[in-house]
């Protein structure tokens, strides 16, 4: 003859098992989210550093396209470029050729004008 199984009472779990189970997964959570956002408030800068120069990029691209595949530093400034003013080792003249694709918004270069 076989013996009846036993039927337990217990079907789920308890109030205390379950705020022991929702507390470490909270603790789990809590630990993981500050590694994930990648520094907080000292990113910021990094974010809008990499914003502009993916917008000054962009410039230089379009510039590309709108001049038969040529960049402001090959072309003459007699057609819009900058290759007559790159001769004196300074980077603003490229810049300001790209200023009609960036905006008037964008602030990506600081001019130090010396005496």
């Known amino acids: 003859m076989k013996t009846p199984l036993v039927h337990s009472e217990r079907n789920g779990f ?3 098992e379950l705020l022991v189970v929702i507390v470490v997964i909270v603790i789990l959570l809590a630990m993981l989210l500050p590694a994930s956002t990648g520094g907080g408030p000292h990113r910021a800068p990094t974010t809008a ?5 993916k917008q000054v990029a962009i410039s230089v691209i379009m510039f590309s396209v709108d ?9 003459p400034a007699s057609n819009g470029g900058s290759m007559d003013l ?11 050729a790209l ?3 960036l905006g008037p918004a964008t602030r990506v ?7």
Request: aromatic share 14%.
């Open 14 to 16: 308890t109030l205390v």
């Open 49 to 53: 550093c990499m914003s502009q120069q």
């Open 67 to 75: 001049n038969a595949g040529r960049f402001p530093w090959q072309l």
């Open 86 to 96: 790159a001769a004196s080792n300074h980077a603003y003249p490229c810049y300001e």
């Open 99 to 101: 200023s009609i694709y």
């Open 109 to 115: 270069l600081v001019v130090l004008r010396t005496k």
